[in-house]
Each structure stands twice: as C-alpha cells, then as structure tokens.
C-alpha cells in the first residue's frame, strides 16, 4: 500500500503525560499536513509543510503541540502535556509538488486522554 | 482565505441525483474548488475539483456559474454507501480549510 500511513492507529494515555504520533506521506509528495478533528466538526488546520519548511501553522501549534518534518520525508506531531481536551482523531495528508488542493489522507491516529 | 458556507445535512433515497450547493462569496481569482468525502473514523478523500464551468469525472460532476461565487456538486443515483459527510473547499496550493461539511444520509 502506497498511501499515507499513520502510527499508531489508536493511542490511549494519562493525561499529563507526552505522546508522539508519526506520519508516512506519499513518496514524492512534498507537502504534508497535520489535523486534529473531534467528533461532528471538520478537520481542523494545525500545520503544513513543504519538504522540511514549516510553511504554516496555527496558534495551536505554539503552545504544547509541534511538529517536525526533518527530512523532508516522515514527519511527526508531539503533544506535551496531555489534557482530556486532547482527545481526538489526530489527521495527517500529503499532497504531490504540483496540482492545487488535491490532498491524500491517511486513516488516522485516534487519541484518547483518560 | 474564501469562507464556505453549506448545508449541514441533507437526507435523500437510493437511485436519486444529490446535489450539494456550496457559497463561497469572497472566492479568489487563483482559488480552486475542492470537494472531499469523508466516512466515519476515516480521512477525508478527495472527491472532484474544478475552477469554473463543469467538471466530471467517475464519481461525481462539479458545476461553477460564471461568477464563481458557489458551486454545486452532483452526485448521479446515489446508493447506501454515499451516506458520508461532505466538504467543499476553496483556496489556492498551501493549507486546506474544511468548514462543517454537509452530512448526507442516503435511505433504502
């Protein structure tokens, strides 16, 4: 399977406590996203790369939750600090150097804070 | 960044022609409009995008009046496993915006 991957698929932890999520975009694609959704909302902009370049994130982004994309390739979200607040479908998608908002997302990273 | 503005559920048969308006009133001259299908505990797919006038492909047709400032997306006979939620989107290459997405329940 080529598509987006995203690990783990569901992820249960205490709150206070750190978690990281990886994402495999499509090869060759250089931009890659981050989203967080939560139940009956559409999926919410956290950050976007180009290759390695931090191009755009939100004001979430500046506080407890980062990303990094250090290769250009994989990339990887942190959430320091869980709250129960937290919990939620955690979205990843890729999109190919050319074309406009076509975006490829994986299945997802399912996060629970008990 | 253009703001979308759809329904937020719409319920129709099995066989029958859906069609989902989206308003997007302050769209840009270098926007694209991108419409994606999401299922339940999965990511969104991409579904059909277009610039102006009308687009089809296997799954879907995306029709745009001249003036840009809506869209509407057609679903020809939809079956059970078009019930999903739908989300139009507007902008140019750079972060994609989904608003609350219409939810289409398709009955037997």
């Known amino acids: 399977d080529t598509g987006v991957s995203q690990d783990p698929r569901h992820k249960i932890t205490k709150r206070g406590q750190n978690v990281t999520f990886r994402c495999d975009p499509i090869?060759?694609?250089?931009?890659l996203y981050w989203y967080r959704q939560t139940l009956g909302q559409g999926p919410e902009f956290l950050t976007y790369f180009q290759n390695e370049a931090q191009l755009e994130k939100s004001r979430l982004l500046s506080d407890r939750f980062s990303a990094e994309r250090p290769k250009g390739s994989f990339s990887t979200l942190e959430i320091q600090r869980t709250e129960q607040g937290d919990s939620a479908m955690y979205l990843c998608?890729?999109?190919?150097?050319?074309?406009?908002?076509?975006?490829?997302f994986g299945q997802g990273t399912r996060l629970t804070v008990v | 960044l253009a703001k979308t503005t759809q329904p937020i559920s719409m319920d129709s048969y099995e066989g029958q022609e859906v069609n989902i308006t989206c308003s997007h009133n302050n769209i840009a001259t270098n926007d694209y409009i991108t419409w994606y299908q999401q299922f339940p505990s999965q990511g969104p797919r991409f579904i059909i995008q277009g610039y102006k006038t009308k687009v089809t492909n296997e799954v879907a047709s995306l029709f745009i009046p001249a003036d840009r400032k809506s869209s509407t997306l057609s679903l020809p006979r939809v079956s059970l496993s078009d019930t999903a939620v739908y989300y139009c989107l507007v902008g140019e290459r750079g972060k994609l915006i989904f608003g609350q997405g219409t939810e289409l329940s398709v009955k037997p």
């Open positions: 090869s060759e694609h250089n931009r």
């Open positions: 998608a890729s999109s190919p150097p050319t074309g406009y908002t076509e975006a490829f």
